[in-house]
C-alpha cells in the first residue's frame, strides 16, 4: 500500500468526500505494511519501539570490571550476552541491581561502625569495592579482587590503610556520559508520553509498544538500584599489603587450630572473611554435574552472576512490586486486536503464566530461605537489621554452598516455561504488525491536549 491509499484510506475529511471510512472496512478491518505519509507507519511504530528498547537494555547495564588481561571481544561479547538476558528476563537482571545495591548499603555501615567519613567511603566506594574495583596485593600472592567488607575487615585488623580515592575519583574513571544519558532520557520520555497520550485519545496500541513500556519501567528500576554504581570501569586500583595471608590468618582470633588459609579456598585466599554469594556458573551447574570452575585461581574478576542476598524485607517486596507490576502490563493487551484468534488466546496464557511463575518463584524462594514465616515477626526482622548495621560479617570458613535438588528442579521448571512464555510475547509483538486496526496508524492529536476555545 503506497502512501496515497493510506492516506485516503485513514483519513476521512468530511461526510461527503469519497475517502472510505471506517464502517467500510468491516470485511477488512485490518492493513497490512503501511508507509509513513501524513500519519504514521509501520516502519514508524516498529523503529520506535526498537531504538528505546535497545537504548534501555545496553544502557542499564553496569557490570563488574572484566579481568586485566581480558580484551575488548570478550567484554563486548559479554554485555551483548546480559543486553539479551535483560530483554528475556527483566526480572532478574533487577533482582541482582536490587541485590548489589543492598549488599553496598550493608558494606557501608561496616564502614560507619569504623567511624570512617562519609568522604572517604561512600555508598559509590562500596559499588566500586563490590564489582571488583579494587585488587590486592599481598607479599606472596599476585593480585586479585576484593570486596568491601574484605577491605573493611583488613583496616580494622591494620593489615592495610584505608584507599586514598575519592568519589569523584570514582566518578572519572566511570564512562557515565551524561550526553548519552540526556539522550536516553528524551527518548524514552518522548515514547512514554505517545503511548500515554494514545491510551488518552482512546486509540489502539499495539503489543510491541505495550511490551516496551514495560522494558521501560524495568529498566528504570534497574538503572535507580544502579545509580550510584560505576559504569564501564575497565582497569582496577591495586592495593598493597605489607603482610602474607599466613600473617592475617594467624591474627583471626577464629582460625581453627591447626589450619592455615591456604589449605581450603573457592575464588580467593580471603574466602574466610567473606564468604561469596553462589554464582550460577560456578556453583549451581556443578551441582548439575556442569562442573565449571574458575579459569584461575584465585579469580581475576567478580562474576556478574552472583546471586543477590537480599536481606532487608524492603528490598525484597520492593523487587516483588516492581516485577509484579511488570508481569501485569502484558495483561492489559488482554482485549487488543491480534491477528487471528489463536494469537490472542496464546497472549493471554503467557501474560498470565508470566505473572503466576514470578509469583512461584518468590514462594519457592522464601521457604527455602526461611523468609516466610520470619516476615511476620517482626522482632526478628529488627533484630537482623540491627546485626548488620552495627557488625561486620563473621569470617567465614569451609562452609560449603548446597542447593537442595528439589529446588533446582522447580526453578528449572518455572524457568523452562518463563522463558517460552516470554519468547512468545517477544515474537508475537514483531509478527502482530502483520495485521493491524485501522486507527493504529492515526497520529495523536496534539491540540487535543491545548487549551482553546
Known amino acids: 500500500m503506497n502512501c496515497s491509499q493510506s492516506a485516503s484510506n485513514l483519513i476521512n475529511i468530511d461526510g461527503n468526500s469519497t475517502a472510505i471510512n471506517e464502517t467500510s472496512f468491516s470485511n477488512n478491518t485490518k492493513l497490512h505494511w503501511v508507509s509513513q505519509c501524513n500519519q504514521r507507519g509501520t516502519f514508524d511504530i516498529l523503529w520506535s519501539c526498537i531504538l528505546t528498547i535497545t537504548l534501555c537494555t545496553w544502557t542499564v547495564l553496569h ?9 575488548f571481544w570478550i567484554i563486548a561479547r559479554r554485555k551483548a550476552k546480559w543486553t539479551t538476558l535483560t530483554l528475556l528476563g527483566p526480572e532478574f537482571v533487577l533482582g541482582i541491581a536490587v541485590g548489589q545495591k543492598g549488599n553496598a548499603k550493608r558494606c557501608l555501615r561496616c564502614f560507619q561502625r569504623l567511624k570512617v567519613s ?15 574495583g579494587f585488587h590486592i596485593k ?15 575487615y583488613l583496616i580494622e585488623n591494620g593489615h592495610i590503610n584505608l584507599p586514598q580515592i575519592t568519589e569523584q575519583d570514582i566518578k572519572d574513571k566511570s564512562k557515565a556520559d551524561g550526553l548519552a544519558k540526556l539522550i536516553v532520557l528524551i527518548q ?11 491510551a488518552i485519545q482512546h486509540l489502539p496500541i499495539t503489543t510491541i509498544e505495550l511490551t516496551t513500556i514495560g522494558l521501560v519501567i524495568y529498566t528504570a528500576a534497574t538503572y535507580m538500584q544502579w545509580l ?8 582496577p586500583i591495586i592495593l598493597h599489603a605489607e603482610c602474607t595471608i599466613e600473617e592475617i590468618w594467624e591474627k583471626w582470633e577464629k582460625a581453627p587450630p591447626g589450619r592455615n588459609a591456604v589449605e581450603n579456598w573457592k575464588y580467593t585466599p580471603l574466602d574466610f572473611i567473606e564468604k561469596h554469594s553462589p554464582s550460577f556458573i ?15 585461581r584465585p579469580w581475576q574478576r567478580i562474576p556478574n552472576d552472583r546471586f543477590p542476598h537480599m536481606v532487608g524485607d524492603f528490598e525484597i517486596w520492593c523487587h516483588f512490586a516492581v516485577t509484579l507490576l511488570y508481569s501485569a502490563i502484558h495483561a492489559i493487551g488482554w482485549h487488543f486486536s491480534f491477528p487471528t484468534m489463536v494469537e490472542m488466546i496464546l497472549w493471554r496464557v503467557s501474560s498470565l503464566l ?15 530461605t526461611g523468609r516466610l514465616a520470619k516476615v511476620f515477626n517482626r522482632a526478628q526482622r529488627e533484630q537482623r537489621v540491627l546485626a548488620l548495621a552495627t557488625t561486620l560479617p563473621p569470617p567465614q570458613v569451609d562452609i560449603p554452598f548446597s542447593i537442595p535438588l528439589w529446588k533446582i528442579l522447580i526453578l528449572a521448571l518455572i524457568g523452562f516455561i518463563y522463558t517460552g512464555a516470554r519468547i512468545y510475547i517477544l515474537v508475537e509483538m514483531f509478527v502482530g504488525l502483520r495485521l493491524l486496526p485501522v486507527k493504529a496508524y492515526l497520529n495523536v492529536e496534539w491540540t487535543d491536549f491545548i487549551p482553546h476555545f
Open 354 to 368: 508470566i505473572v503466576i511463575l514470578n509469583l512461584a518463584f518468590v514462594i519457592c524462594e522464601s521457604i527455602t
Open 228 to 235: 550510584k554504581k560505576p559504569l564501564d570501569i575497565d582497569r
Open 63 to 71: 557490570l563488574n570490571l572484566p579481568a586485566p588481561s581480558e580484551g
Open 282 to 296: 560456578n556453583d549451581v551447574l556443578p551441582v548439575l554435574n556442569q562442573q565449571r570452575n574458575p579459569k584461575d
Open 118 to 132: 562519609a568522604e572517604s567511603w561512600s555508598l559509590r566506594h562500596s559499588f566500586f569495592a563490590n564489582m571488583g
Open 138 to 152: 599481598f607479599r606472596d600472592w599476585d593480585s586479585f579482587p576484593i570486596t568491601g567488607r574484605q577491605i573493611c
Open 188 to 198: 524514552v520520555a518522548w515514547f512514554v508520553i505517545q503511548v500515554v497520550a494514545r
